[in-house]
């Protein structure tokens, strides 16, 4: 399991030092942004999407704010960040303001070395749940090769193919008659290419797991999917919704979608969303 690092602080003595201290390869972390200020931090946060963060309490900002504040922001946009607050200040205070941000653990300067590695310990616990319990998801264990699936996906294939010929009206029946619940006000297709080590991609057993827990974690999430294979390593995936706010929030659910397969399959997941049209006729065009 490899998890992504972000290093908050003013003082570069501190980055360094967790540089030095941080058995990154045995713990399986990767640092991937610095950042010294709460503006560059912000930037970077939403670049990268760390899945652990060093947060110094008193970061630089703009607007006065401190570092708790920008750890309750970080994890307001993610729940699953966790943050990991670092203080020169031995106040008890600090350590419940902490933890009501969602803070997995203080660390008090001058950091020491044990305590460090048990920090991240409870961060990396909490990802090892999480990638168990995906992985003990009874839509992860189901391996769908029946005839009536692989019939399934060529109709929908056959429907996307062939739109310049049926109105919206055809094709809504259509899904009606294969029993797929695609129906809403706006619409958009969305191609995921799966990239990792080959043997696993070319596996059905990982196609059909990564197909499921898209089609489950969009509709946790108040869209509509029927998704299916066209390759070994693409996926499509047709989305519909009605509330307005989901065209917008579609993006921030799919970039959750790609972390949560990484955690479980270690397999990346490249996507493409196609245009929002509100007419299933031009769903052609949203696939381009």
């Not at 189901?142 to 056959?158: C, D, F, P, T």
Request: some cysteine; glycine content about 6%; overall charge negative.
């Amino acid at each position: 399991m490899s998890l992504n690092v972000m290093i908050v602080d003013d003082e570069r003595d501190i980055h360094a030092y967790l540089k030095q201290v941080i058995d990154w390869d045995g713990m399986g972390l990767k640092l991937v942004c610095e950042a010294e200020d709460a503006e560059t931090a912000r930037e970077l946060f939403a670049l990268h999407h760390p899945q652990i963060v060093f947060m110094d309490v008193c970061i630089p900002s703009f607007d006065g704010g401190t570092g708790l504040e920008l750890a309750r922001e970080f994890c307001s946009i993610d729940q699953d960040t966790r943050v990991i607050v670092i203080t020169g200040f031995a106040d008890f205070s600090y350590a419940q303001q902490a933890l009501a941000v969602g803070a997995v653990d203080l660390l008090l300067k001058p950091l020491q070395p044990v305590e460090v590695s048990r920090s991240l310990e409870k961060a990396r616990g909490f990802f090892e749940e999480k990638r168990q319990r995906l992985m003990s998801q009874s839509a992860l264990k189901h391996l769908i090769s029946e005839n009536a699936e692989l019939l399934r996906n060529r109709k929908i294939a056959q429907l996307l193919e062939n739109t310049e010929d049926s109105t919206h009206e055809q094709i809504a029946e259509q899904l009606r008659l294969l029993s797929l619940d695609i129906l809403g006000t706006k619409y958009a297709v969305v191609l995921e290419s799966l990239k990792g080590d080959d043997a696993e991609i070319e596996s059905n057993t990982y196609q059909l797991a990564v197909q499921k827990m898209c089609e489950q974690t969009l509709a946790e999430n108040g869209y509509k999917v029927c998704a299916y294979s066209s390759g070994k390593s693409v996926l499509n995936c047709i989305i519909s919704w009605s509330a307005e706010e989901k065209g917008t929030q579609m993006e921030t659910v799919l970039q959750k979608l790609a972390d949560d397969v990484e955690l479980c399959f270690q397999i990346q997941l490249k996507i493409g969303i196609g245009i929002m049209i509100s007419d299933l006729s031009q769903i052609g065009a949203s696939a381009k």
